[in-house]
């Protein structure tokens, strides 16, 4: 049995029947780690002993006949934003390097209540900030379908990682498209629940009301069985939502016949790459073809996603980042007397003075250019006009999903401009950069779920991904829709040429 | 919309990051673009329209308060930089000398 080509749904069978020992089932896809992850750079850390121990007691347990979890011996890759206690947490930046949480994050002990087996932690942009994975203090990561491109971020290492099968799937998160982008540029299926259906508990805070957790894997119903195990209120949450969770598996096989579809003007206006239109013209063509119906739906503030969110995200942030003070956590800057930079300015105490080094030295560019807008935001005389005013922009936008959610079941598009683009392309503009969002941000700011999913490939080969955008708590509905258009195409099947 | 050196310098400080003159001048003109594109906002009448702070407008949510087990003193220092085994150590608050 080759366990690398098998769904997480037919590998966590596999184990249960005693087909496939956790053992083989983990090692596998460690020994792919070692074989590729060279030229990807998915992962931070791999915690190759605790699996293998790990799945040697399920296979113990097994043999038993002691029940095993729902996901018992399935290898997960998890985003380095979520803490775990038996490996390093950095959230890719200098300012965590070797951070060692003292618990795990609610989705991390969820799945390992489940027996899901954690692999390692992957590569991100730093405190989740950036849509390229180039903002890693740790090097960027390779898309697997063309290795001079970038995979998406921020979760480029969670999506790089399940294309190239080093884990059949893995945990990211989505603050403004940071799972729909990645697994759109790498060809594989990203979910980004409604706000609060995951517990954010033990995930590194980027901006609180946009950040949500949620799965990528190669197809919706493998996103289906993570969900039930990682979805569900916490108390350690209190913004996590107390709804009950469905049995997402079970609800994948309803007809996508009499399904409303809203196809929105504003998503295929200026800066769409020809290609990636057709993509998605041709998936659209698929759903009509399957019964369902495209009806064309209005977002008249879609075009001010992008300014709100770039001040929504980083006000947030600065206030989250604060907490990184050299204090108790994370980096000291180390007095060198004759060796400090260059600074301006005077500081009123040591203590200031070390929270500032510690702060400059810790955080990469990216990360202190966000701190520095949101802060400026929030400042004296600028709040109202710039904060308060982008949250009043935040309920239009939302409002616009509200009214348009009363014609249609759900909404469809491509989840970015283009395909994956080349590293280092983007990287001396942060504009050009926050542009690759335009899709993706207005359903973090108005708190809805979406999917993404691969709908083609351009002719240079390059995945192009289609999303999907539904009410809040129509995970259903979402799972069920990108499932039906799976069960229909091929293109979540296809595999990068990496030679092992 | 331009910001100037100083107001660069002065959020530099607020958000405690010490910048280098080469950063403060990168800084500058970055930051004006942004705030310059985050600006557009502005032709948007919102006069009647309620700040959006939260997804989810709910209620408080409350709970007991029973005392619970949490992180040992061992464990919350244990990624500190400096600590004595009972407290976090940092340099002077007040004052102008003995930089740790």
Known sequence: MQPLQLSALDLVGAVKRGDLSAVACVEAYLDRIVAVDGRINAFLAVGREPALAQAAKIDVRRKAGKPLGAL?????????????????????????????????????????????????????????????????????????????????????????????????????????????????????????????????????AFASSLDQIGPMAHSAADCALLMETIAGHDPGDATSLTDPVPAYGQLLGEPLAGLRIGRVAEH???????????????????????????????????????????????????????????????????????????????????????????????????????????????????????????????????????????KVDLIAGPVSPTPAFKLGEKTGDPLAMYLVDMY?????????????????????????????????????????????????TDWHTRRPALSA | MSLSRQEVAKVGMLARLALTEAELEKMTGELSKLVEFVSQLSELDTAAVEPLAHPLETRNVFREDIPAASLTTEQALANSPRHDNSCFLVPAVLGDSGAA
């Not at chain 1, 108005?446 to 955008?469: E, K, N, V």
């Open chain 1, 440 to 488: 993706t941000v207005g359903t973090n700011l108005a708190g809805i779920g979406g999917i993404s999913f691969p709908c083609g490939f351009t002719p240079g080969g390059l995945p192009i991904g289609f999303q999907l955008q539904g009410p809040a708590l129509a995970e259903p509905l979402l799972l069920r829709a990108a499932h039906g258009f799976q069960s229909l």
């Open chain 1, 72 to 204: 018992a011996g399935l290898p997960v890759a998890v985003k380095d934003a979520l803490c775990t206690t038996d490996l390093p947490t950095t959230c890719a930046s200098k300012m965590l390097a070797g951070y060692q949480p003292p618990y795990d994050a609610d989705v991390v002990a969820r799945l390992r209540r489940a027996d899901a087996v954690i692999v390692g932690k992957t590569n991100m942009d730093e405190f989740a900030m950036g849509g390229s994975n180039e903002n890693s203090a740790f090097g960027p990561v390779h898309n697997p379908w063309d290795l001079n491109r970038a995979p998406g971020g921020s979760s480029g290492g969670s999506a790089a990682c399940v294309a190239a099968d080093m884990a059949p799937v893995a945990i990211g998160s989505d603050t403004g498209g940071s799972i729909r982008q990645p697994a759109g540029l790498c060809g594989i299926t990203g979910f980004k629940p409604t706000y609060g259906r995951i517990s954010r508990r033990g995930l590194v």
């Open chain 1, 268 to 406: 295929f206006g200026a800066g769409l790459d020809p290609e990636v239109a057709r993509g998605i013209e041709s998936a659209f063509d698929t759903f009509r073809a399957a019964g369902a119906t495209i009806h064309d739906v209005e977002l008249p503030h879609a075009r001010y996603g992008i300014p709100t969110y770039y001040l929504i995200a980083p006000c947030e942030a600065s206030s989250n980042l604060a907490r990184y003070d050299g204090a108790h956590y994370g980096h000291r800057h180390r007095a060198e007397p004759g060796r400090e930079a260059d600074q301006v300015g005077q500081f009123e105490s040591p203590l200031v003075e070390m929270y500032c080094r510690s702060r400059a030295e810790g955080f990469g560019p990216e990360v202190k250019r966000r701190v520095m807008l949101g802060t400026y935001a929030l400042s004296a005389g600028y709040y109202e006009a710039f904060y308060a005013k982008a949250l009043r922009v935040r309920r239009l936008i939302q409002r616009d999903y509200f009214e348009a959610f009363a």
